[in-house]
């Protein structure tokens, strides 16, 4: 049970520190408000559990002990935070008249699109990936079943994604009502853009293009 919950607390820290998936919901949240910023927090949290059995696989160790598959990880993790980025930053809310409102039709994405962006910023970020090989066998006894232990420790992770990230929106979500409309989302979206286009940079930074190269 203390090695647990040992973990319980180890995950809770990863999850809740900043990121690319914390900073889509809370930019989610704010604009669109937590019941709109729902379909993310679960493809996030899909997302993470994906990455969970790739990294219990022959895949994840491949892709980790590979610092060329890494590489391409990081570049195509990259690719899709500058993608996002562009998009926040050109994106523009239609109010209406009394502008106490915004036209969700044409503002909003669609549930689909939400949760795939959620789903594609876990998939394609390269640290779950270590922090799971690194963290799962610490936890796993070589004597006990490894599928039963595996579905625990993941399932935990996974449900602690869904709860830190429906705190963090439902806490953006209480302070949108003190964000006023219009230009406060504006600005709200051209932050979220620029941190995306950053985090986007520190991956691209810490690619090997010469291994790259020499891998070709």
């Known amino acids: 049970m203390e090695e647990y919950l040992f973990y319980v607390t180890i995950s809770c820290l990863t999850i809740a520190s900043p990121g690319p998936g914390v900073l889509l919901t809370l930019t989610n949240s ?35 002990s590979s610092a060329w598959m ?20 050109r994106s523009k809310p239609k109010l209406q008249n009394n502008l106490n409102e915004i036209t969700h039709s044409e503002y909003t994405p669609s549930v689909i699109a939400r949760f795939r962006q959620g789903f594609f910023i876990s998939m394609l970020n390269p640290k779950p990936i270590v922090f799971f090989m690194a963290l799962f066998p610490q936890f796993i006894k070589a004597d006990q ?8 420790l993941a399932s935990t992770f996974c449900a602690l994604v869904c709860l830190i990230h429906f705190t963090y929106g439902y806490i953006a979500t209480s302070a949108r009502q003190k964000v006023s409309l219009g230009r406060g989302f504006l600005i709200v979206n051209r932050i979220g853009g620029v941190v995306f286009i950053c985090f986007s940079a520190a991956l691209i930074f810490s690619i090997n293009f010469s291994l790259m190269i020499e891998s070709v």
């Open 145 to 152: 079943p490894f599928v039963p232990q595996f579905t625990l």
């Open 70 to 89: 890494m590489n391409v990880v990081k570049l195509m993790g990259a690719a899709y935070l500058i993608y996002l980025g562009l998009k926040l930053l």
């Open 30 to 64: 704010l604009t669109y408000g937590l019941k709109n910023a729902l379909p993310g927090i679960l493809g996030v949290t899909l997302g993470m559990g994906g990455i969970s059995i790739i990294a219990a696989s022959s895949v994840g160790a491949i892709i980790s």
